[in-house]
């Protein structure tokens, strides 16, 4: 009897136990743990028309979308069937507290994951929102590895606006090459860049011109307008009601404007974070951002409407990407009696950054930053030659992943495995010209890191230049791993150590983890060294970051757990892996 009561009470114990941990997690219903099992591997397909290897998720690309709720465990068990290559998932927005070696970035926060061999992924989902996952290992992502990531808020808990239906839409641009061979160009001497993308995917699905081949080939099945697999996304939308569109950008290289001809967007989350609502026709997205826009299905219902996605901020020569505002019960292959609507004009940069300053947190939901920084650093982005190689640099250096990765070498003291010097503050403020082409004869590889206290504040200022050719400045969306950052503000020309921030918006400025720096301009961010753990930051452009455009951030080493073995194997910790 006595164990029998004993028995009771401890069960009694976990109900009250499970309770509490529900009402701590925001709602009365404990936090729910949500399982994946996913096997990547390469197979044919043909997203834009013309078949090739992609790298797909049990069968798919974009691969299986994770919803979950604000507080759930995801758990991915992860198999690369790859057969020849390494892979690495990043979960792009997710911040990782308490397990940063589960960021899944390789040489950053883990070994790669070899051929045949399974790891497990398993993290806390602790914010609504729209966010990302995609391969984070060579320039995989864009052969397809990429998905979205929908985080619910608990139940019983409302947003600050209303909708019918929830949608959402991966934007990509899209090459024939393999990464392999883009890769093996920008390390050539004489340079080979990537070169623009042959077509434009909207949700996986585009239309490149069969007609244009300009080497002939004896597979009549290469390159098929007809197949089904590229036939354009449809949208289905029912008259009067409101959509919540979530709109991503996975792009290897290009910047977007996305619209839905005849409608009005109304902009209401960014990476995230509540936005004070906003309307536009175009919405301008880099890579690496996420946008919910609501949408009312108030037009002519007899008719469809086109989707379009058009490069802006470079020459491009790439078709649009169509898809298909699908008006129900039209048939969704009518095509709208319309041509599609008129893109951006590409390089009036000025409606960009106008929707870069508009976007403010909202009422009600505004996250205060701090009124002073601890510590300002200034990236200069530049264009090199060193050694030959076309290579990006930040102050002069470009990065170079070490073989064992940042977390492991920190947190086991291995400190020959990497460059121990800091990398630079800043540049020569006085003396450069960001509006000329610089020669740049100084810049160097590097593998350091920049190292900071923990829970200090840190502001970057992001500061954009001409590249190596003649009146060109490129547009770059910066992604930071681990944390959310507070956007200051945005400027052309050259920043003003002393004038510019006494412009910073410290009343409503928005949270995000990818932001862009306009060209020959600059943006400027802070944020809370509060993560432990090692921490990327880099440019989101494919090319740009396998070039060292990137750095990495080090914070609360001290603090971060005992690191699991399946994240080692390479390196100085070859020996140690054990699945």
């Known amino acids: 009897m006595v164990l ?61 979308t994770i919803r979950a709720q604000q507080n759930d465990t995801i758990i991915v068990e992860l198999t690369n069937n790859l057969l020849t290559e390494n892979v690495a998932i990043h979960w792009h927005g997710i911040r990782q507290i308490g397990t940063p070696w589960f960021d899944g970035t390789e040489g950053v926060t883990q070994c790669p994951i070899l051929p045949g061999t399974t790891f497990k992924y398993q993290f806390v989902v602790d914010r609504p929102g729209t966010y990302l996952y995609h391969a984070h290992y060579g320039m995989q992502r864009e052969a397809g590895l990429y998905g979205s990531i929908i985080v619910a808020l608990p139940d019983g808990q409302s947003e600050p606006f209303t909708y019918d239906y929830d949608r959402n839409i991966i934007l990509n641009d899209w090459y024939h090459k393999s990464t392999y061979e883009q890769a093996a160009g920008l390390s050539a001497i004489p340079f080979q860049w990537v070169g623009e993308p042959q077509s434009l995917l909207i949700h996986g699905r585009g239309r490149f011109n069969c ?16 197949n089904p697999d590229c036939g354009p996304f449809r949208l289905i939308v029912v008259p009067g009601k409101t959509y919540r569109l979530r709109i991503s950008s996975l792009t290897a290289l290009s910047a977007l404007s996305f619209q839905i001809e005849g409608h009005n967007m109304t ?30 299905a108030d037009q002519d219902p007899t008719r469809n409407y086109w989707i379009t996605s058009n490069i802006v901020s470079r020459p491009a020569n790439t078709t649009p990407g169509l898809a298909i505002f699908n008006y ?67 102050n ?22 990497f460059d121990q010097n800091p990398p630079p503050d800043g540049y020569d403020f006085v003396n450069y010209d960001i509006f000329k082409e610089q020669e740049n004869k100084n810049a160097t590889l590097g593998n350091g890191i920049y190292r900071l206290n923990f829970n ?19 547009t770059h969306p910066w992604h930071l791993h681990g944390h959310d950052f507070w956007v200051l503000g945005y400027g052309e020309g050259k920043f003003d150590m002393f004038n510019d921030p006494r412009k910073y918006n410290l009343d409503n400025p928005i949270m995000k983890n990818t932001v862009p720096v306009h060209p020959y301009g600059w943006t400027a961010l802070r944020f809370k060294a509060d993560n432990p753990g090692a921490w990327a930051f880099h440019c989101h452009i494919e090319s740009h970051f396998y070039m060292g455009m990137g750095v990495v951030f080090a914070e609360g080493i001290e603090k971060v757990g005992n690191l699991p073995s399946s994240i080692m194997g390479c390196g100085e910790t070859q020996g140690h892996y054990r699945p």
């Open 456 to 474: 200090s504040t840190v502001d970057i200022i992001l500061q954009n230049a001409n590249t190596m050719n003649k009146n060109n400045s490129e």
């Open 267 to 296: 902009v209401v989350e960014a990476d995230g974070h509540y936005v004070e609502p906003f309307v536009v026709q175009n919405l301008f997205i880099y890579s690496g951002e996420t946008y919910s826009v609501l949408v009312k």
């Open 4 to 64: 029998l009561s004993e028995c009771r009470s401890r069960v009694i114990l976990l109900l009250s136990l499970s309770v509490i941990m529900g009402l701590l997690n925001g709602s009365g219903v404990e936090a729910r743990i949500r399982r994946y099992k996913w096997e990547v591997k390469y197979e044919y397909r043909s997203p834009d028309c013309l078949k090739k290897l992609v790298i797909t998720i049990n069968g798919q690309t974009p691969g299986p």
């Open 328 to 394: 129900y019960p039209n048939h969704p292959r009518r095509s709208p009696p319309t041509s599609p609507p008129a893109a951006p004009v590409w390089n009036n940069s000025r409606p960009r950054i106008a929707q870069s300053q508009a976007i403010k947190a909202r009422r009600g939901y505004i996250h205060p930053p701090p009124s002073l920084s601890d510590r300002v650093i200034v990236f200069l982005n530049t264009q090199n030659t060193i050694n030959g190689n076309v290579r990006w640099s930040v």
């Open 211 to 226: 007609s244009s081949l300009t080497i002939p080939t004896l597979d009549t099945g290469v390159c098929n307008t007809t």
């Open 396 to 417: 002069n250096v470009s990065f170079t992943l070490p073989h064992t990765p940042y977390l492991i070498a920190l947190k086991e003291n291995l400190t020959h495995a």
